[in-house]
């Protein structure tokens, strides 16, 4: 069927069903168009991503654009995007090699291989792979046959890509990449699930280039902390304050009421209303666990407001950025699940609190770190219990034991533990770790 210029040019009803409030009302085909550019418009790319990506990724935003006037092209921009997938980690990989690969055979020495194009690798580790020789990358040699799954090991061993919830992504976008090359039956993409796609891949890419992305998804860059002041009274209320709050004396009024509480000092990610980064367990704060969601520095407290306000203007702390992703946790189970802790903390413990069984546990989210050990005493779950990845949920095991032996497996990851001594203290409240001695 031949249809006439005027139907191509048409937007697509389909299309045009997609709104911002979801399927329902129908839009102008012009606030249409704008609409779904817009959800793409802001991921750009890093100036140091290989030219051949590159451009692979600016056709693919030009093609979504007219996802208006064909519905199809949603699905056609979600599967091209995750060829370009596998593309960005052959540029990369290419990048990294500098035109030399290092295989490590059973038994005998490193031998080393110039290549010129990314093909090159890809005959030689197949070769290689049937010799049962790894790659080498850096101090660790690896399984790689120079396919997806190769170039996402070599990825991770590398360094270059990190987070443990953003591994699950990964596994989940090289599953539907496995799909898309061989399809099975037919899959249909939306508007919001493409845009989705294509946003994901915009930080894969930058972060295999070393660009974390601010705010992002998948690898985001690192978050600000502010100085904050948490404080609570005998009732049960909390609140959270930024310092700055207290360099001015309050009114009479509010002094008396200020009297019953307590005030700590901390380093903390602070609220900003409509933030997807706000802590929703700020409240939960307790300076031996990792109770709140981001990591929360105890700076100095229990005392009176005026007693904050006098450390801060002698003390001025500042600021500073942390990296939440791929954290290390220590998690002991001693008749019951207690919640996680630093190494540096479980470090500074006596011994008499260092007993039960303890796991250690790599993840972005203490609740993660907790799920994880959880769900592992059921072997039905599917967690892992043996150190690495886990299939079923998005932390990395790292090992477990007595306290010795989980310290041992937390300092293989974190390098050498300095004990750190902190007071216990601790918000009264609790809804999420209900479970502290
Ligand atoms: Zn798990």
Redesign the pocket.
Known sequence: MIRPLEELRAADDLSLAFNPYGLGGRMRPEDAAEFQQRQIADCDLAQCVAAGTRDSFERLRTVFAYGVLCYDVYTMVGDQALLIYEQALRDRFMEWCAGTVTFRLPQASDVSYTVTSYDDVKKRADRMTRQRAKLVVADQAIEFNGMLHGLRLWARTAGLLRGRRSRAVEDALAKLRNYVAHPSGHHVDTPVGAARTVRDLAELINQLWGQATPDGRLYPAPLRREIVVLSWNGSGRTRMEPASALAVPDPVEDQESDDEYQHVVVRAIPFIPGSRWNDAHWAEFDSRYETTRFPTEYLWGPGTREEARAWLEQERPDGDSVDFTDRVFLVQDHGRLLPPMRPAVAAGLPDDERAGVWHAVRADFPDDAF??VR??GDRSAG??RRPGD?P??S?E?LGSGTYDEAHRAAAVALGPIRAVQLPSVRLPSSTFWPNRP
């Open positions: 799920a994880h769900g592992s967690h892992t886990c079923a949920c932390a095991f």
